[in-house]
């Protein structure tokens, strides 16, 4: 099946700092990925939707300053957190739509995020 | 608006018996549903999904899940645990004809398996 990797999988930062998240689609062309928000012992929350070439869509109550995304190629797509503060420590996780599977999402390994 | 709801926080099994994880929809359209694992610190793994044809749907690992329309349900089932069946489960839709891209997931339901 068609693999998503993220990048890194688990990254500790000091408050005020950025972190950059990387997602990739190995095997396929993915115009369209996502990026969720886990809570311990939650759902996902979608944060946003990100399309190649245009800007991303942000949920109600997203940051769109705080969290930046950027996909600027078929297999790439970015998740900035700026100036990171200890409540910004998740675990996220991306998704990438692969429009030759009935538009089925394939989800990366997750990224933990830890906020000192 | 789409939504999942898994009535059930966790379930608890003995190994061997069979096992059900509810979950019911609700979407304006046509309802493309979907079940996911979740193991400790990992992303999601794809387990199965219903996007028309027969209401029951085999996937991965011995799972099935029966689409009940008049009842809006997506039941994950098994008809025999393991241990290792152990984890967090996820139902999600997204409304097919009007939803877009979006996928809205379940709040999950934690499968224990006894040995």
């Known amino acids: 099946g068609a693999v998503v990797s993220q990048h890194p999988s688990r990254v500790i930062c000091k408050s005020g700092t950025s972190v950059k998240i990387e997602c990739r689609s190995l095997?396929?062309?993915?115009?369209?990925m996502f990026w969720y928000r886990q809570f311990p012992k939650k759902s996902l929350m979608l944060m946003a939707t990100s399309n190649e070439g245009s800007k991303a869509t942000y949920e109600q109550g997203v940051e769109k300053d705080k969290f930046l995304i950027n996909h600027a190629s078929l297999t790439l797509s970015t998740l900035t957190v700026t100036s990171a503060h200890p409540e910004d420590s998740s675990f996220y996780i991306c998704?990438?739509?692969?429009?030759?599977?009935?538009?089925?999402?394939?989800f990366g390994p997750g990224t933990r995020l830890t906020v000192l | 608006a789409q939504s999942v709801a898994q009535p059930e926080d966790q379930v608890n099994v003995a190994e061997g018996n069979p096992l059900t994880v509810k979950c019911t929809y609700s979407?304006?359209?046509?309802?493309?549903l979907f079940w996911y694992v979740q193991y400790p610190n990992r992303g999601l793994q794809f387990l199965l999904k219903?996007?028309?044809?027969?209401?029951l749907v085999k996937g991965s690992y011995g799972f099935e899940a029966e689409f009940n329309k008049s009842q809006t349900s997506f039941h994950l089932k098994k008809p025999s645990a393991l241990v290792s069946d152990s984890a967090l489960y996820f139902c999600a839709v997204r409304d097919g004809d009007t939803g877009g891209f979006k996928t809205i997931f379940g709040a999950g339901t934690r499968l224990f398996v006894k040995a």
């Open positions: 219903y996007i028309t044809g027969d209401n």
């Open positions: 998704s990438a739509r692969d429009f030759s599977s009935y538009n089925e999402q394939f």
């Open positions: 979407v304006s359209g046509n309802p493309y």
């Open positions: 095997d396929f062309q993915a115009t369209t």
